[in-house]
């Protein structure tokens, strides 16, 4: 059977946990498995602009031995139309594994439909499940644990990083308040699917209108860019909506006093976060950082070990 992860909710609870725990033993040594030795390639295409995820696939596939062919789509035949399924049926024949950062989560999802390696979500315009991930790590690091904890997530409840905080806190039985105005709040569906998730892990999950309401007491406050890659034409519309959402001093009054800051980067001091919070004692987006590297050598070690290994004798030279 092939694994893919293509949205946070593509694990159980147990799995996620399994994954947190392969990542942590990457984070104190780094070269412990190898399950890429071959060197096997790992293919990492780019629709989209990066800095982290790209240095970190790269990184952490040659860390497990493998060889990272990291591919700018509109450098390709993909960038001039070639079909999505085309395109899939030739990097798996030469492949363990294919992560992708593209645009509407139906391509990813039409990708994983006829993939014989596992897909990985590296952002799509509907979720950063990789991201969630070394998130969690970061939190349980600094706090210990993530069930039973309060994340409240502030600015635009529309985008792919609230829907996968929606989703991956809930599967971590968290519980996840998302903080923004009412014409960005998130996704009807993903909102009650995390519900339906929180309800078997103990967490919740809310939409919020106030930023009071959201992040009063809270474990961990997180935010975003208001302009997702996409928005760059929306700017000017999209701060004063947002202004009231900031994590500022202010807003970090509103937390529980121990509570950490994430944000997943690039960040824009002085408009979603302040630079006296990003930069200041509770910050925790080095090491949140840090974690795209060991969350994403784990969960590729993982899906590769509920994988079957390519057969041989059906050509494969992966
Ligand atoms: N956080 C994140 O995904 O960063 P990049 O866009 O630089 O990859």
Redesign the pocket.
Known sequence: MIRHFLRDDDVTPAEQAEILDLADSFRADRFHHQPLAGPHSVAVIFDK??????VSFSVGIAELGGYPLVIDAQSSQMGRGEPIEDTTRVLDRQVRAIVWRTFGQDRIEAMAKVSAVPVVNA?TDMF?PC?ILADLQAVRLHKGKLSGLTMAYLGDGANNMAHSYLLGGAVAGMHVRVGSPAAYAPNGEILARAAQIAVETGGSVSHETTRAAAAEGADVVVTDTWVSMGQEGEADDRTSPFVPFAVDAEAMALADPQAVVLH???AYRGKEIAAEVIDGPQSIVWDEAENRLHAQKALLTWLLAQTEPPDAGEGSAR
């Open positions: 602009p990066s800095t982290r995820t790209r952002l950063h991201q997943c980067l690039p």
